[in-house]
């Protein structure tokens, strides 16, 4: 089974991932293919993301028995730890800081 979740990638992204998998809810695609079918469809997501993300968990042999794929900018990483894939929260850009620090109290 391949599970791929986007976000705000363009439609005909969303449009090739509807060919070959369900979306159980928005963003979230999950389907069973082979391997090959199951590279190619991630080498055009990753391809044509634009300013949006994706991630890609299918089945691999490992300890884990997943592999994680990432395309796009994300403030989450994984992160290879002795064999153990583990996601890594990377700090706030300098501009997302200054944000949140404009945000009025009780919002």
Do not use: F, K
């Given at each position: 089974m391949v599970v791929i979740t986007t976000t705000a990638v363009p439609a005909?992204?969303?449009?090739?991932?509807?060919?070959?998998?369900?979306e159980p809810s928005t963003g979230?695609?999950?389907?069973?293919?082979?391997?090959?079918?199951?590279?190619?469809?991630?080498?055009?997501v990753s391809a044509s993301v634009g300013d949006g993300a994706a991630v890609c968990l299918c089945p691999a042999d490992n300890e884990q028995g997943f592999d994680v794929r990432t395309a796009g900018e994300r403030r989450r990483e994984v992160v290879d730890w002795?064999?153990?894939?583990?996601?890594?929260?990377?700090?706030?850009?300098?501009?997302?800081?200054e944000?949140?620090?404009?945000?009025?109290?009780?919002?």
């Open positions: 005909h992204v969303r449009g090739a991932l509807s060919r070959w998998m369900v979230v695609y999950v389907g069973t293919m082979s391997a090959r079918v199951r590279d190619e469809l991630w080498a055009a002795e064999g153990m894939m583990l996601v890594q929260m990377n700090p706030l850009a300098s501009a997302e800081v944000m949140e620090r404009q945000v009025p109290e009780g919002w």
